[in-house]
């Protein structure tokens, strides 16, 4: 699967994309994809302070249930 960035550049510019967003071009499911078991998107990986996976399959930024798991694995 190839991304289109200039869609998702549109949007980000839109806020139909809330949040820290990374696009991934060049055939990502190569890499990415394999490395994390991403199958779809959007997708949500919890990492700690070390780029360590803490939480990979994660709820949605704006899920209330995220805010403890930030505290435990980022002390903030």
């Not at 699967?1 to 510019?13: F, V, Y």
């Not at 990502?28 to 302070?49: M, S």
């Not at 399959?57 to 505290?71: E, N, Q, T």
Request: proline content about 7%; charged content about 30%; aromatic content about 10%.
């Amino acid at each position: 699967m190839t991304s289109d960035e200039k869609h998702w550049r549109d949007l980000i510019e839109r806020e139909q994309l809330p949040g820290v967003n990374l696009f991934a071009n060049e055939n990502w499911t190569k890499k990415l994809a394999r490395a994390y078991d991403i199958r779809g998107y959007p997708r949500y990986i919890l990492l700690n302070e070390e780029g360590i996976i803490v939480k990979n399959k994660c709820m949605r930024p704006s899920d209330p249930a995220l805010s403890p798991l930030i505290k435990k694995y980022l002390g903030t």
